[in-house]
């Protein structure tokens, strides 16, 4: 086979806690994440040139080597430095569907679907766990972006604990579009702001991390109890985001009043998303944020929940 085509799976996140300092400087989390699917189309093609190109139709997403797609090409090739002499080099393509800058971990999910297509094109022979250790080298979702489904992400959020998947719930997304929010400004922000509430001892961390798996969150995730999943929702990005951000704010607000279920902000935002029960009703609040808030800068998605992280087309 000389090309693969994937789907990368948007993750959201159905609640993020901020536990402490690493000493890695990075910090220690503890979260539920999500895949929907609303996904990039991303091919790897196999070229003669020893090089790694990029195309992407999306002109806010860069093509050069600062790309995460790139960047995870890179690595294979520097931990596999004969798979080029053997199977030449690689055209990646990528199909923007996923907004940018999102909290949705559009770049993530990218770097995930090349990890995955490059393993069978280069048919390197590599384990789901292998792929997500390479992964982690690259940014912390990117271990989740690969395994996807429903899962509690701990440590950096490299850390990955799959639960059985929900697949019956549904979400509207919605981002102003030239609105994004940077991962690293919303981190440093919550440090300098809520830096005196961090676990500090290790030990304790740890405790922290373990406590999730008995959490309400956890226990209405195994009833795929929708309702008490929205009564769960917690991100505590939004506590220095929202501030930052009246529009979001007020988009958080409108959502929250249309949709029954429960409204949150995904990740570093400035994305906020609100359950649904179904296809139809997830329609429906669609329409009623759109009326109630006619910017044509505000991009909406219906979205179901999905198990799958990365997969092939078709
Ligand atoms: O790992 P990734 O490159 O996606 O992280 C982006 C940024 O988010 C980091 O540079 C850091 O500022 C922040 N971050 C953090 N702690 C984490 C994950 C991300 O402080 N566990």
Same mark, same amino acid.
């Given at each position: ?10 993750? $959201?996140? +159905? ?13 220690? #989390? ?8 609303? *996904? ?41 430095? !004969? ?14 569907? $996923? ?8 770049? !993530? ?15 390197? &022979? ?8 390479? &992964? ?25 604990? @799959? ?6 719930? %549904? *979400?509207? +997304? ?12 919303? %981190? ?26 008995? !959490? ?10 929708? *309702?008490?999943? &929205?009564?769960? #929702? ?31 902000? !995904? ?7 609100? +359950? *649904?029960? @179904? ?30 992280? $990365?997969?092939?087309?078709?």
């Amino acid at each position: 086979m000389r090309l693969y085509t994937l789907l990368a799976s948007a993750k $959201i996140n +159905l609640y993020l806690e901020i536990v402490g300092d690493r000493s890695d400087g990075y910090h220690e #989390l503890v979260m539920v994440m999500q895949s929907v699917d609303l *996904a990039d189309r991303v091919t790897v093609r196999s070229i003669g040139a020893d090089e790694i190109r990029l195309r992407c139709d999306h002109p806010e997403v860069p093509t050069d080597g600062s790309n995460l797609a790139v960047r995870a090409a890179q690595l294979l090739v520097d931990t596999f430095p !004969s798979v080029m002499a053997k199977h030449g080099g690689v055209e990646i393509t990528i199909e923007k569907r $996923i907004p940018v800058g999102a909290g949705l971990a559009g770049g !993530s999910t990218n770097a995930a679907s090349v990890l995955v297509g490059l393993d069978m094109l280069w048919k390197l &022979g590599l384990t789901q766990r292998e792929l997500q250790d390479l &992964g982690a080298r690259l940014g912390s979702d990117v271990p989740f972006c690969i395994v996807g489904g429903t899962a509690i992400a701990t440590g950096r959020g490299e850390v990955i604990h @799959s639960l059985n998947g929900l697949d019956n719930l %549904y *979400a509207v +997304l919605a981002k102003y579009r030239s609105l994004s929010v940077s991962t690293p400004w919303a %981190y440093t922000t919550y440090r300098q702001q809520f830096g005196h509430t961090y676990i500090a001892d290790a030990t304790e961390q740890v405790a922290r991390r373990q406590l999730v798996h008995s !959490s309400e969150m956890i226990a209405a995730i195994a009833h795929q109890d929708g *309702a008490s999943i &929205g009564c769960h #929702l917690s991100n505590d990005l939004e506590k220095v985001v929202l501030p930052a951000h009246a529009k979001v704010t007020q988009l958080r607000e409108v959502m929250a009043q249309t949709g029954k279920l429960g409204t949150l902000m !995904s990740g570093s935002g400035p994305t906020v998303f609100t +359950l *649904a029960a @179904s296809a139809a009703e997830a329609d429906a609040i669609l329409n009623r944020v759109r009326q109630t808030l006619p910017d044509p800068d505000l991009d909406l998605w219906p979205v179901r929940f999905t198990q799958t992280g $990365i997969r092939l087309e078709g």
